[in-house]
């Protein structure tokens, strides 16, 4: 097990740099921060000064080490934008996104495993025609004209929820959160429902696909030849054996939710670090989004991690060694 | 029980009604204002939260605000005479030692950089506290668009710093003997978000402020009992938030939102010509312009007959009537012709077939290739203004490649002098002189002039006019020598003005918007029917 991890965390260092090789020189490339952040009444003089300050007028190779070794202590760096450190203005940000992920997610499994092993369930209802039909939309809608339409109905027509914003916060721990009252909970519900419809209709089939492999396995013939009641074969035999790909897949679902929810918050103006990164890469913002970027790496090597643990405990077959 | 009962129900009565006659005016912005702090950042939406909380010595329009009137001393020294019996947030009253506190603080660099307004303060050598009601700003060089720029300088009181006792002896580093200034979470918290405008700050979290009025406001008080700032950079959202009954008001809708109001009685929309002018920049080299070839390898542009030739072939009418509906105007020079202090100027021609004639004079008949770039997400129906004007020249038989770019990406090509021609828009708080003196003057760094020069435009004419205008401090001089020099550049045409911007809101119908030129949306013009 050791090993394993040991060997994780080299593969994942090599990964955070060629990331941030790619991205330090793919932003110097394409923008210029002081070409964004200067307005039109700067003299050149003020723009060379404002070059120094930020520390662009230096050959760009100087610029990545210096940059690198500021990493190495700790120090992402500071927003050319906003003159602060770039890891403050991550963390101000990432409560507001993490609960969003969560409810989505959460959402996609409490509503999409069950509606899935149902489907696999019962093949040849019509209630399951409908599901499948309505997996196939939920998954073809493009996200960001789905977050419109949610805006249109919801807030628009019927005026039931905020369209945009976040809304009141209440402290938990010292962290602003939006669940824990009902302004906030209004302002949730739309961005959260438009991230789970995707999810909802990927775990329906990936439930239903995997019910209908495992319900034709020998060991479920054989567990319903000893009499097994249904109820049981479902949650001791079938669930078991149909979860496997379905973590796999939540958890990479939830990096991504968590890294590339930038349409969904643009549309709700939902201040998370999606949107964040979004502003960042239009004002060349090069430290948020290098620092951005590489935890994010880091971040999806570590649900990659916790994917394989949870594999182990699913399944006795799965050591590694 | 029952009485209890009976009671909180009657408090409960009272509180929500309290809260229903409470006028709050709900605006949404187009994106967040950056700061709390007025210094150390610039554009349209941070300056228009700001001016809730904070003052100038001179208002958006160039009158006089927390002054009440100036004297030049010298074309080097200007006193300017301060506002009695004004007061900031925290009671203190305005005296001309928070001025000089004020400029030190704009000066100040923060973690070792400066704030980005701080180019205003041009070559300001010091401010004095003359007495409690005169300030003096001295110079190095005469420096008489101060005028205008002092409207950058929000007033903070003194006593929000550590500032020793005695008068404040201002110094370029903005150091000023002061050993601590507040933070940047001073003035998020509101400690230090202390000005002595109408409105008092509340909270600020980036997409979302608050403000309530100030009762001890010096001049008129202010119309809403509260104002509420959110912003959604989104502009379908946007709409649809104002449609949802989220907001009031809302800044930048589309063209496509303004056709919907058409049919919708509970919302209307108010248009307001704007401060900034859309041009082409040309650059004139003699030899040759990036992205510009002709056969025989000369260089087109360097051509006035070309230029003409070009500006000609542009339906200024049907870009402004088609493209936009009517919400913009018709530019016939380098500043929008309403504006105070710009020129008279007569209207541009079209004329397809003289534009043609034009380009065979000049030996290019056959036409000649052009990049033509513009900046895809930065001016609202700019892209397309881009795509007419491409359709417009190959009309006259020009060869013309469109070329759009994210913002970030033009900006930086810009910068580079890697366009031979491009699409701009250019708005100030200066008046007609500011955009020419930067983008059509040689470059003059004492008197800070030509530093966006990218047309590489040199006319003598054009910069005696704007070298006697830099140092002019009479208004009717100066706005003579801004004719002269506007006279130069739209014979010489090192670029081609197409249009003026309107700035748009949609709102309630129940609410009347007296819009401003300068692209900011504020509860002040906002007032209910």
Redesign the interface.
């Known amino acids: 097990m050791l090993s394993f991890v040991l060997r994780r965390l080299g593969q994942s260092s090599v990964l955070v740099l060629i990331m941030s090789v790619l991205v330090f020189f793919g932003m110097y490339v394409?923008?210029?921060p002081?070409?964004?952040?200067?307005?039109?009444?700067?003299?050149?003089?003020?723009?060379i000064?404002?070059a120094q300050?930020?520390g662009v007028d230096r050959p760009l190779l100087v610029q990545y080490f210096s940059f690198l070794s500021n990493v190495a202590r700790g120090d992402f760096g500071?927003s050319f934008?906003?003159?602060?450190p770039v890891m403050d203005l991550i963390i101000e940000r990432l409560p507001a996104t993490l609960e969003v992920a969560f409810l989505a997610i959460g959402l996609g499994l409490i509503i999409g495993v069950p509606m899935g092993i149902y489907s696999g369930l019962n093949r040849k209802k019509r209630s399951t025609k409908s599901i499948s039909f309505m997996t196939t939309v939920g998954y073809s809608i493009p996200n960001f004209w789905q977050?419109?339409l949610l805006?249109?109905v919801f807030?628009?027509w019927f005026?039931w929820l905020?369209?945009?914003?976040?809304g009141d916060t209440t402290m938990l721990f010292g962290i602003p959160v939006s669940f824990l009252n009902l302004d906030g909970l209004s302002h949730m519900i739309l961005p959260a429902v438009n991230l789970a419809i995707y999810k909802i209709c990927m775990q329906t089939r990936l439930a239903r696909s995997g019910t209908q492999e495992v319900m034709f396995q020998d060991y479920m013939t054989f567990a319903r030849a000893k009499g097994i009641s249904r109820a049981r074969l479902v949650r001791r035999h079938l669930a078991r054996n149909i979860l496997i790909p379905i973590v796999t897949i939540t958890g990479l679902e939830l990096g991504g939710l968590i890294a590339f929810s930038t349409v969904t918050e643009?549309?709700?103006?939902w201040?998370g670090i999606g949107?964040l990164l979004l502003?960042s890469?239009?004002?060349?913002d090069r430290p948020v989004v290098v620092a951005y970027l590489i935890l994010i790496v880091l971040m999806f090597v570590v649900i990659n991690f916790v994917v394989d643990v949870l594999y182990a405990l699913l399944d006795p077959r799965i050591r590694y060694t | 029980m029952k009485r209890t009962l009976t009671t909180l129900a009657a408090v409960a009565t009272v509180a929500l009604s309290g809260a229903a006659q409470a006028d709050v005016l709900r605006m949404a912005y187009s994106s967040a204002p950056?700061?709390v702090d007025p210094y150390?950042f610039?554009?349209a939406t941070t300056a228009g939260y700001k001016e809730h909380i904070y003052e100038a010595l001179v208002a958006h329009d160039d009158s006089p605000l927390l002054a009440t009137g100036w004297t030049w001393n010298s074309p080097t020294s200007l006193t300017v005479h301060l506002r009695e019996g004004v007061k900031f947030h925290n009671g203190d009253a305005l005296t001309a030692r928070d001025v000089v506190y004020s400029a030190c603080r704009m000066m100040f660099?923060?973690?070792?950089?400066?704030n980005?307004l701080?180019?205003?303060m041009g070559p300001l050598t010091d401010v004095v506290a003359v007495d409690d009601y005169n300030v003096r700003f001295d110079m190095a060089n005469p420096y008489p668009l101060w005028i205008q720029k002092m409207k950058f300088l929000s007033v903070l009181p003194a006593s929000g710093a550590d500032v020793p006792d005695g008068p404040i002896q201002y110094d370029a580093e903005g150091d000023c003997g002061i050993t601590a200034y507040p933070t940047?979470d001073d003035f998020e918290n509101g400690d230090a978000a202390i000005g002595t405008g109408p409105y008092k700050h509340v909270v600020y979290?980036?997409?979302?402020a608050k403000m309530t009025r100030n009762d001890d406001y010096w001049g008129a008080p202010a119309k809403w009992d509260g104002v509420e700032i959110?912003?959604?950079?989104?502009s379908?959202?946007?709409f649809?938030?104002l449609?949802?009954?989220?907001y009031d008001l809302i800044e930048n809708p589309t063209a496509e939102d303004i056709s919907a109001l058409d049919r919708n009685d509970d919302y209307t929309f108010t248009g307001k010509p704007a401060w900034r002018t859309m041009f082409v920049v040309l650059d004139v080299n003699p030899e040759g312009a990036n992205g510009v070839s002709a056969p025989d390898g000369s260089a087109p542009l360097a051509d006035v007959r070309v230029r003409q030739a070009m500006s000609l072939a542009i339906n200024r009418e049907a870009i402004t009537s088609r493209l936009f509906g009517g919400n913009a105007t018709v530019a016939n020079q380098f500043a929008p012709a309403y504006r105070a202090g710009a020129p008279e100027m007569p209207a541009l021609e079209y004329n397809p077939e003289k534009a043609k004639e034009l380009l065979a004079d000049a030996g290019y008949g056959d036409g000649f290739t052009l990049t033509f770039n513009a900046p895809s997400?930065r001016y609202p129906g700019g892209t397309r203004v881009a795509q007419a004007l491409a359709q417009y020249w190959a009309r006259i038989g020009i060869n013309v490649e469109l070329n759009t770019q994210?913002?970030?990406?033009f900006?930086?090509a810009?910068?580079?002098g890697d366009m031979g021609a491009f699409f701009y828009g250019?708005g100030?708080p200066?008046g007609a002189a500011?955009?020419i003196s930067?983008a059509f003057a040689s470059?003059n760094?004492d008197l800070?002039l030509g530093?966006?020069n990218y047309s590489n435009y040199s006319s003598a004419a054009f910069d005696a006019a704007m070298e006697a205008w830099a140092v002019e401090t009479d208004e009717a001089k100066a706005n003579e020598f801004v004719a002269d020099a506007m006279v130069a550049a739209m014979a010489d045409l090192p670029g081609i003005p197409v249009y003026y911007t309107h700035s748009l809101w949609a709102h309630k119908a129940d609410l009347t918007v007296d819009g401003r030129q300068d692209e900011r949306t504020s509860a002040f013009m906002v007032s209910k029917k």
């Open positions: 394409v923008s210029d002081v070409a964004v952040l200067a307005s039109d009444d700067f003299t050149e003089e003020d723009r000064a404002l300050e930020l500071t934008v906003y003159n602060r977050a419109l805006i249109l807030a628009v005026r905020p369209a945009s914003g976040r643009t549309v709700f103006s201040p949107k502003d890469i239009h004002n060349a | 950056r700061s150390p610039g554009g660099k923060i973690d070792g950089k400066r980005l701080t180019s205003s940047r979290e980036k997409e979302f959110s912003s959604v950079s989104n379908g959202a946007r649809a938030g449609l949802a009954g989220d997400d994210p913002w970030s990406v900006a930086k810009r910068r580079a250019w100030h200066q500011q955009m930067f470059r760094k800070g530093s966006s």
